[in-house]
């Protein structure tokens, strides 16, 4: 086989593999070294896990940080999202997606060097609002380019690659804090965004941008060399071109078209329950959590533990994703959440009203159990799925826009909760505040079931195709219907 091309359709829906025309190592490289970006976007949401352990003990540290400049440390990150998803949203527009994912390497290199190099709170709070920027860039600009790259039937797989990246991440920031001091750590970070910007550099545009901006040649050659030289490519160049409308630049009075409408309110309201679900306080205070469950000693190795749960999650979502649907996965992840918070919020209400018929180290096993079950449904189903649903429903013209609002509203319920977090848990117990995360995710599961079409094996033109007819079937029919598949 020596100096030929492998093809391979690895036909998910079916036992059994077939031999096909269309290769899958070109799309297995470009989503292989996008998913340096998720990678970063890891390993800054990990990183705060072990760092904030080190900088709020006065005796190990070189530079000791208060509960006040702590909170700020790790919520700071989600301002920089929250102001990065946009800005991420207007760059795949103007320069494209590859190029704008090679520039989230400045926000995040010049973030870590803040940290790492960093002589007061100050320097270290602006290094984290830059890493942010990075971090909501990337969390925007990967999903699209991995969906405009991967073909229709393996959208799902390879969009996974995004939840892969950044679970993989965290383990890493989990392990190196570890290891190292947060200085070190820190500037570690460094490392993954260089990659990125090197490997990018010979990676190729997505179609559908050089098709919206008229480069139909590189646009052909972008798909010769992702699906094959043996791959007819003209259907799917015909078909992406026939679902322009021409319209250079949208207005914001064209989100009241329901075509836009319906997929922009079912996006935001699955990026609302991906954060208000609790899953980012969870992961930026999972150490000070084992701490209270009563790992003193251990809670940040307990804390690589629960990455090495999260990457396998990962691995068994990249082969569920397609098989199952984004609803299923949807539902029985959110159900996991649901049930993993109660049980959560159980553990600590027999703790604090009874610590003496519960001793602390038999019964923390339920915290961690736990933690681990919520963690699993999340990266199965409510990591991949809200963001991977996200790069698929908006039509090419709305993408960076719509995108770009969706991603600044789910970095922005980031920091409600992680910023509230601590208020929370004063103010409702442990106890009630995970009772309060299960209920949302009870809600989600609801929200998913009624609202929420199956997008898997459908081409992003058919999805769009999909909302434009519901649009048109409920102006004259306004009766809601349980959405099931597209």
């Not at 091309?5 to 036909?11: A, E």
Request: proline share 4%.
């Amino acid at each position: 086989m020596k100096g030929e091309d492998v093809y391979f359709d690895y036909n998910f829906g079916s036992d059994t593999p077939k031999k096909n025309n269309e290769r899958i190592w070109a799309v297995l490289i470009a989503c292989l070294v996008a998913a340096f970006g998720p990678f970063s976007f890891g390993y800054g949401m990990g990183y705060s896990s072990a760092a904030v352990v080190q900088l709020s003990d006065v005796n190990t540290t070189d530079l000791y940080l208060n509960e006040a400049e702590i909170t700020w440390f790790g919520s700071l990150l989600n301002i920089g999202a929250m102001i990065g998803g946009p800005i991420g949203g207007w760059a795949i527009d103007f320069v494209g997606r590859k190029i704008a994912l090679m520039i989230t390497a400045i926000p995040f290199t010049g973030g870590w060097l803040l940290i790492g190099f960093g002589t007061n709170a100050a320097l270290l709070n602006s290094g984290r609002f830059f890493s942010g920027l990075g971090v909501g860039m990337a969390s925007l600009i990967v999903p699209v380019y991995i969906s405009e790259t991967a073909p229709s039937r393996l959208r799902g797989v390879f969009g996974a690659f995004n939840q892969i990246g950044i679970v993989t991440g965290i383990l890493m920031s989990y392990v190196i804090g570890y290891v190292v001091d947060w200085r070190w750590s820190a500037i570690a970070g460094v490392g993954p965004p260089t990659c990125l910007v090197i490997f990018m550099f010979f990676m190729p545009e997505t179609a559908r941008w050089l098709l919206a901006h008229n480069k139909e040649e590189r646009a052909e050659r972008t798909l010769t060399w992702l699906r094959g030289p043996n791959v007819k490519i003209e259907g799917e160049i015909k078909e992406i071109k026939e679902s322009f409308d021409h319209q250079e630049k949208m207005s914001f009075r064209e989100f009241l078209n329901p075509s836009i409408l319906r997929p922009f309110c079912i996006s935001m309201a699955l990026h609302f329950f991906q954060q208000t679900t609790g899953i980012n306080a969870v992961m930026f205070y999972c150490a000070t959590i084992f701490q209270t469950a009563g790992f003193q000693n251990e809670s940040t190795m307990v804390s690589i533990l629960i990455g090495l749960i999260q990457f396998l999650a990962s691995a068994v979502s990249l082969l569920m994703i397609d098989r199952g649907g984004r609803r299923f996965l949807l539902i029985v992840g959110g159900t996991g959440m649901f049930v993993s918070c109660f049980a959560m919020g159980a553990y600590f209400f027999m703790t604090i009203n009874d610590a003496a018929s519960y001793p602390g180290i038999e019964i923390s096993w339920l915290a961690v159990t736990s933690i681990a079950v919520y963690i699993v449904g999340f990266v199965m189903a409510w990591g991949p799925c809200t963001w991977l649903i996200m790069s698929e429903i908006f039509p090419v013209r709305a993408r960076g826009r719509a995108s770009g609002i969706c991603t600044l509203f789910n970095w922005f319920c980031s920091f409600v909760i992680t910023k509230t977090f601590s208020g929370l848990l004063k103010a409702f117990t442990a106890a009630g505040t995970f009772w309060f995360f299960g209920s949302l995710a009870f809600l989600a599961v609801l929200f998913v079931f009624f609202f929420v079409p199956e997008t898997k094996g459908k081409s992003l033109e058919e999805i769009q195709q999909y909302f434009e007819s519901k649009g048109k079937n409920n102006s004259k029919n306004p009766t809601p219907d349980r959405e099931t598949d597209v």
